[in-house]
C-alpha cells in the first residue's frame, strides 16, 4: 500500500533529466578512407563464390566451398580494407581455402581462411614465418602487421 500523500497533495515523482554526452569522434582504422580496390574484390569475391559451388570444380576433384567460407572472405575484406592495404589477389585453392595474397617484389604475405582454421604466412628469399589462428580477427590483426613491416611501417 502506497504512503498517504502529505498535506492531502499527491506528489508525482519524475526522473531526473538525463545529461547530454557528447560522443567521442572515431579514431583508429574506423576512419580509414575507403580503399579503392573495395568494390572490385567484392565482385572477385562473388564471381568465385559461383565457381566454387560444384564438386570438382578446379578439374581436379575440389569440394565445393561452403557459403559459410564465403562469408568469411567477404567479412575479411571488410575488415582489412580498414587497414589501409594494397589490393590483395584473391583466389580459392583445391585445398579449400580461400587466399589472400600480397606480393611486393621477393616478399610476400598470403593469409588463407577456412571454416575452422586460418593461415597467415610471410616469405622473403631470407625467411617464412607461418601461423594458425582460429579467430578471424587475429587472422586480420596479424596479416595487417605482416603487411606493415613489409612496407616499413
Known amino acids: 500500500m502506497p504512503p498517504p500523500p502529505e498535506s492531502g497533495v499527491?506528489?508525482?515523482?519524475?526522473?531526473?533529466?538525463?545529461?547530454?554526452?557528447?560522443?567521442?569522434?572515431?579514431?583508429?582504422?574506423?576512419?580509414?578512407?575507403?580503399?579503392?580496390?573495395?568494390?572490385?574484390?567484392r565482385e572477385t569475391l562473388k564471381r568465385l563464390e559461383v565457381v566454387t559451388r560444384l564438386p570438382g570444380w578446379d578439374d581436379e576433384g575440389a569440394e565445393a566451398?561452403?557459403?559459410?567460407?564465403?562469408?568469411?572472405a567477404r567479412s575479411f575484406v571488410a575488415m582489412v580494407v580498414l587497414f589501409d592495404v594494397p589490393r590483395p589477389m584473391i583466389s580459392p585453392c583445391g585445398d579449400g581455402y580461400i587466399h589472400f595474397e600480397w606480393r611486393d617484389g621477393e616478399r610476400t604475405?598470403?593469409?588463407?581462411?577456412?571454416?575452422?582454421?586460418?593461415?597467415?604466412?610471410?616469405?622473403?628469399?631470407?625467411?617464412?614465418t607461418e601461423e594458425t589462428f582460429s579467430s578471424l580477427g587475429d587472422l586480420l590483426l596479424r596479416t595487417t602487421r605482416l603487411l606493415d613491416q613489409r612496407r616499413g611501417k
Not at 499527491?10 to 576512419?31: H, M
Not at 566451398?65 to 568469411?72: D, I, L, T, V
Request: charged share 30%; net charge positive.
Open 10 to 41: 499527491e506528489r508525482k515523482l519524475e526522473p531526473p533529466p538525463l545529461p547530454v554526452v557528447a560522443r567521442p569522434k572515431p579514431t583508429g582504422p574506423r576512419t580509414a578512407r575507403r580503399q579503392p580496390w573495395l568494390d572490385e574484390a
Open 65 to 72: 566451398f561452403p557459403a559459410s567460407r564465403w562469408e568469411s
Open 109 to 128: 604475405v598470403l593469409a588463407e581462411l577456412g571454416d575452422a582454421k586460418h593461415v597467415v604466412s610471410a616469405s622473403s628469399p631470407s625467411e617464412r
